[in-house]
């Protein structure tokens, strides 16, 4: 069983398209995250969901929409792709506790935009 | 400023000696925890081992441990015995605050080559 599962790996769009990734967990986390990885294997969060709410939107354009339909899910949506979105997208999922949890991961999403 | 400083762009290290990734972080905040990651060349990130800022022995899991100096804010990673499959990057992380509400804040990872 895949815990944190994302899809598709690979998406090859091109300019001005919209295009979606999904991603769900089976863990039964409460808070649920995007990060992008550019081209320089940075990792940067973009957002993050605690049971369906939005908590972190990070300085993201917003042509970029999350959208949460339950605490298992959370699923991003790109409006009119631009060259400069091709990344290495991460969803990532975490327990809410009071003792800090690690986030795990799901296998990346290689987005390329031509 | 950085959060999360990883000064090792690159780091190379015979099979079977042992090595050391440096992390050092920056918070004010009393309540945090320190991650590692491991992102082979296939892309996956893989959890390696975490510690608490309340944790008072140094974590270990197998052959990984983490060299927490709480004073110098660092937070190193070792690991024992390299294999092949150790290369890798590898991403320091934390998180701040009480819960795990926050996301983490990575460094700019290390890039491991263990040589034959």
């Known amino acids: 069983d895949t815990a944190v599962s994302q899809t598709p790996k690979y998406l090859v769009t091109q300019m001005g398209n919209d295009k979606s990734i999904k991603c769900e967990q089976n863990l039964g986390h409460d808070t649920m995250y995007w990060y992008k990885q550019d081209s320089k294997k940075f990792l940067k969060i973009m957002f993050s969901?605690?049971?369906?709410?939005?908590?972190i939107n990070e300085t993201v354009p917003n042509r970029f929409s999350p959208k949460s339909p339950d605490k298992a899910h959370l699923n991003l949506h790109i409006n009119s792709l631009e060259l400069g979105d091709s990344a290495v997208y991460f969803c990532a999922s975490s327990q809410d506790l009071g003792r800090l949890g690690k986030a795990f991961f799901g296998q990346g999403t290689r987005l390329t935009v031509v | 400023a950085q959060k999360i400083t990883q000064t090792q762009p690159g780091m190379f290290v015979q099979e079977k000696e042992a090595v050391t990734l440096d992390c050092t972080y920056d918070t004010s905040d009393p309540s945090y925890g320190l991650f590692w990651y491991k992102q082979p060349s296939s892309g996956e990130m893989i959890f390696l081992i975490y510690q608490g800022s309340y944790d008072q022995q140094n974590a270990t899991e197998g052959r990984y441990s983490l060299n927490f100096q709480k004073a110098r804010k660092s937070a190193n990673l070792v690991i024992s015995a390299s294999q092949l499959g150790d290369s890798a990057m590898y991403f320091c992380?934390?998180?701040?605050?009480?819960?795990?509400?926050?996301?983490?804040?990575f460094g700019s990872g290390t890039r491991l080559q263990v040589q034959p």
């Open positions: 969901y605690n049971n369906k709410e939005l908590i």
């Open positions: 992380a934390m998180r701040e605050g009480p819960t795990g509400r926050r996301a983490l804040t």
